[in-house]
């Protein structure tokens, strides 16, 4: 199945910080623009520099932000900022952090994984795309010619093979220990024959789920197919055949995903009336009451009866403008008992939510979404604040995907709505490095 191995990582020297934390970054995806200025003022240094440099006046397709990123890259490998490891290694990664009030644990593998298309069922997405960041995407890996962000991946060890080997190698010395975004994080690296002989042999028989990443994926199988057909009689086991990979076992305790909501603004009173009368046609609607009744964030109250009422069913919260009620929505008719005899697909709430109300009069969610009219929040805090600003019309809470659930959507083929998952923290940008050769 999933062919993987080792590599020669870049990473930071010592001699460019004092606080590795500070020169790294979030993945692209979700680095605000406030943000992206807050990064370039930290350290000359800091990763956002590769993975999402500014746009200047003069830009032309000749200089701009993609050749002034790789330009950087080549700069920091020369003056010794970054510095290739000797020896080819995997990475163990552990991420401490806190959520709900709980310290939590994750450990991963990074590993450069043979790309595969998705249609042999190797390396399985999750969910659908949109095409506008792989452009983005394409044309910076085509001028750094290097991973500066893993894709995380998901898989299922059933003889516990790797989580063993890896609780045994994190009781050792780390390579690097830092703290970042109230993540604390430690590194080691994996080369002994045996334990690395014990990660691929695991691997190869067992297929990938692709958790976060989609975009910068399918945007490494069109690099990939691009210098094939320009350059046809090199050899077909090149580094830009492989893809940076952060691996989870899929029972790992500290793989957490949260639910994105769906936040409506812009509308019509047409479409708002229309989408509460699907709203009224699908579901069994029912009211918390007055506002007044709630805390001081009546979304958070939702959210929280929303968690309880999807233990026993398939639920989904509906919130309006500030002074009105929120709602549970359940599917009526005898659609739970209908849902729980489908496909996995369609006993997803994001899936229902837009298939009942949101296409029929928005279109698609990547349509209703490049319109404007529809946006993604994981934050309820955010949700609320939207509301009590009056900047949302209507919006969706979600609860988050079990992960039994997203297995069986991934194992039956099909994929989920655009932005169906968020799973947190994001692994930064920076930690390593997968440099083509």
């Known amino acids: 199945m999933a062919d993987l191995e080792p590599f020669k990582g870049l990473r930071y020297s010592p001699a460019a910080h004092d606080d590795l934390g500070a020169l790294l970054c979030p993945p692209y995806d979700v680095i605000s623009k406030q943000q992206q200025e807050e990064l370039h003022g930290y350290s000359p240094y800091n990763a956002v520099r590769l993975e999402l440099g500014q746009d200047e006046l003069n830009d032309s397709a000749e200089v701009n932000r993609y050749t002034r990123a790789a ?99 994190a009781l050792g010395q780390p390579i690097i220990e830092t703290s970042y975004s109230g993540i604390h994080i430690k590194v080691w690296t994996i080369s002994d024959n045996e334990a690395t002989e014990t990660v691929i042999t695991t691997l190869r028989g067992a ?5 976060d990443g989609h975009h910068r994926y399918e945007t490494a199988l069109g690099y990939r197919d691009l210098m094939n057909m320009s350059h046809p009689s090199q050899s077909s086991n090149l580094s830009r055949d492989h893809i940076m990979m952060s691996l989870i076992e899929i029972q790992d305790p500290g793989l957490v995903v949260l639910p994105y909501h769906r936040v409506l603004t812009g509308l019509s009173q047409n479409n708002v009336d229309s989408i509460m009368k ?53 599917l009526k008719n005898g659609g739970e008992s209908e849902a729980r005899n489908s496909s996995p697909l369609e006993r997803c709430p994001t899936w229902i939510l837009g298939k009942a109300i949101l296409e029929p009069v928005l279109g698609t969610q990547q349509e209703a979404a490049a319109s404007g009219l529809l946006s993604f929040t994981h934050s309820s805090d955010e949700v609320n604040s939207l509301r009590t600003s009056d900047k949302l019309q209507i919006g969706f809470l ?40």
């Not at 990074?110 to 506008?132: D, N, Q, Y």
């Not at 297929?207 to 958790?211: F, G, K, L, Q, T």
């Not at 079990?402 to 930690?431: A, C, D, N, W």
């Open 71 to 169: 330009l950087l890259l080549d700069d920091w490998i020369r003056e010794g900022v970054l510095v290739p490891e000797t020896d080819s290694s995997f990475y163990l990664v552990e991420e401490q952090f806190y959520h709900i009030d709980r310290q939590i644990i994750r450990r991963s593998l990074l590993a450069r994984v043979r790309l595969e298309e998705f249609s042999k069922r190797i390396i399985i997405p999750h969910e659908e795309t949109s095409s506008g960041p792989k452009q983005d995407r394409l044309e910076l890996l085509k001028a750094t010619k290097a991973n500066l962000s893993p894709i995380m991946g998901i898989y299922r060890d059933t003889n516990s093979n790797i989580p063993k080997l890896i609780s045994e190698i």
């Open 398 to 437: 979600l609860p988050p995907m079990p992960m039994p659930l997203f297995e069986e959507i991934v194992l039956s083929g099909e994929r989920l709505p655009i932005k169906s998952t968020y799973f947190t923290p994001k692994l930064p940008t920076g930690l390593v490095i997968n440099k083509f050769s």
């Open 278 to 330: 699907l709203v009224q046609e699908n579901f069994d609607v029912q009211s918390l009451g007055p506002e007044s009744t709630y805390s001081a964030n009546i979304v958070v109250d939702l959210e929280n009866k929303l968690d309880n009422a999807n233990k026993s069913g398939i639920a989904i919260g509906l919130v309006r403008n500030q002074g009105e009620d929120a709602y549970i929505l359940t």
């Open 207 to 211: 297929p990938i789920y692709v958790a």
